[in-house]
């Protein structure tokens, strides 16, 4: 497929840097034929989700009784049912439902690296009626091409793909506060997920003046999932014990889900 050509030229980390080979022309946002699948074409919606053994994803149900993944599902449910759109959503909620792969006995990951495992895990493709999401956690730290090692990098999504890859070994950091690191998991996958969909300029326009244009394709607003500090792994924490309080299950702010509402 077309998208697959494109994703060696760009990457956007969770840092809020861009990534990449510098010999290459760099894609500037989600690419038109990607959104119009998810946008104009779909009918339904998939995440799939593999994970490297030692790197389990949080599943199941939070103290309250409520899934874990539900957090997720609120989120996707609220851009697409936003718009009007009659989707058939297929996001895993337990473990059983989601793809363990060996592991691959290593501490860093390149965006090549990452891109090599999707290709040869990924089940379904993105395009036609199927929306796909390949989710993947791994262990290790994400690697720059320059060979500089982030440890607090705890998501990426891959401009111009459906891919993002979750790095287990920062977020099982806070696994002395369950309740913290199951919602920054899901929080990050919600906030790449909002990149990966074109929010804040990032292939969606914007209807108001809400991006904050020195950091990219992130929010003005710090209580949307998307404002540019929560892709640190402390202002994460500091979002998540907020947004815990607040009993809220979208993190997205109205500015962000009126401009996909406009697509």
Known sequence: MKHLLLILTFILISCGQEVGDPSVTYLQAQTTENLDVLFKSMSDFTMEVHYEVGAEPYAGSTSNGNKVWGLTESNVKAIFEGRGQSVNYHIPKELNEMHQFADQAKSTWTTSELLNLEKSLRQQKHGGSNGNFFIVFVNGHFKYSD?????????????????????????????????????????????????????????????????????????????????????????????????????????????????????
């Open 147 to 263: 060979g500089e090692v982030n440890k607090d990098i705890i998501g990426v999504s891959l401009t111009g793909t459906t891919v993002i890859a979750i790095f287990k070994d920062v977020i099982s950091q806070y696994s002395a506060e369950p309740g913290v690191a199951k919602f920054m998991e899901q929080a990050t996958i919600i906030h790449e997920f909002g990149h990966a969909i074109g929010l804040v300029n990032n292939g969606v326009a914007l209807t108001s003046s809400h991006q904050d244009s020195q950091k990219g394709a992130h929010c003005s607003n710090s209580d949307c999932v998307l404002y540019w500090a929560n892709e640190g792994r402390s202002d994460m924490v500091s979002f998540i014990r907020k947004f815990i309080l607040s009993g809220k299950t979208v993190m997205f702010d109205q500015a962000c889900l009126d401009d996909v509402k406009a697509y």
